[in-house]
């Protein structure tokens, strides 16, 4: 134990700010060990008392899931991606320099851990139907921009969500560069974003007609009325 941590084990603190601080010491432990660990064991390593996260958690599952929800529960923030300015490009640009400004290293170490593990957070239980979730806000808006039908009318199909996932995958794989496999010191961050955004910009408008081209000729079939 460090002696910065043996001072905030000693020292008395506002119960919200006791409360912060055990959460952000888990998040660096879950992150790097996962969370099959026991109560007594994560105490030990955050340097405070089984007594004390019991006094400011329901449980150790509360612990877990509450400091998971304190690390990536803003990650994913509200868009109003169908705003005609910016442009869809400089609007995707800017959202994910946001998102990767965000995510630190131990954010991103314990998304990994908690996506295995099977966890989720608030964000990914988003209200998606306003348009705000990141998969369908995009997909909304490329739509809009294309004059093909909306969400309301038509649903995001399984093509569109992959389309838009292969631009999400190519940004989250900067992260695995820098902090992952370490390869790549990620210095001009913006430049990075909009070289893989454009490549996605110049290739989504052919990719989604031909989409919705596929649909006319092959409509989804509807499940028929219980």
Sequence with gaps: ?????????????????RRKMMMEDAAEYFAKHGFDRSTRHIADEIGVTQGLI??????????????????????????????????LEDSIVDYYCDFFEEMTETKFRLFLMASLAGRKWSTWDRDRASGSGLLEGFVSRLRNDLGLPELESLPITDKERELVLSLHGAVVYLQM??????????????????????????????????????NVR???????NE
């Design 54 to 87: 019991y006094f400011h958690f329901d449980s150790l599952e509360d612990f877990i899931q509450l400091t998971i929800e304190h690390q990536l529960g803003s990650l994913y923030q509200a868009t109003n991606w169908n705003d005609a300015t910016p442009s």
């Design 177 to 214: 560069r820098r902090y992952v496999f370490k390869t790549a010191e990620i210095s001009d961050i913006t430049k990075r974003i909009r070289c893989t955004v454009s490549a996605f910009i110049e290739g989504a408008p052919a990719k989604m007609r031909a989409i919705h081209r596929d």
């Design 218 to 224: 092959n409509p989804p079939a509807i499940p028929p």
């Design 1 to 17: 134990m460090s002696q910065a941590t043996k001072v905030k084990k000693q020292k008395r603190f506002p119960a919200d700010q």
